[in-house]
């Protein structure tokens, strides 16, 4: 056990000295900023303006992934269930 506390202490003290660089950060926050805005992702946007990340907290976690019952009546009172994204 302590050696696997060791590589815990070790790993931890590495993690922090990652660094990613800014214009790659910047490239996948516009790409996911875009996937959100033109509906192909399971986030919703909640503030900010489109096209631009800005910051987290203008995005929203839909558990459903944009997938909801849609209830329809066919002839004949016949009611049919579809799930639409």
């Given at each position: 056990m302590p050696g696997m506390t060791f590589?815990?202490?070790?790993?931890a003290a590495y993690v922090g000295t990652l660094t990613i660089p800014a214009q790659t950060l910047d490239d996948f926050n516009t790409r996911f900023a875009n996937k959100v805005d033109s509906g192909h992702s399971c986030w919703d946007r909640v503030g900010g303006a489109e096209g631009?990340?800005?910051k987290p907290g203008d995005y929203s976690?839909?558990?459903a992934c944009n997938y909801r019952l849609k209830r329809s009546v066919?002839?004949?009172e016949?009611?049919?269930w579809?799930?639409?994204r």
């Open positions: 590589l815990g202490w070790l790993a631009t990340y800005s976690l839909d558990l066919t002839t004949g016949v009611v049919r579809e799930l639409v």
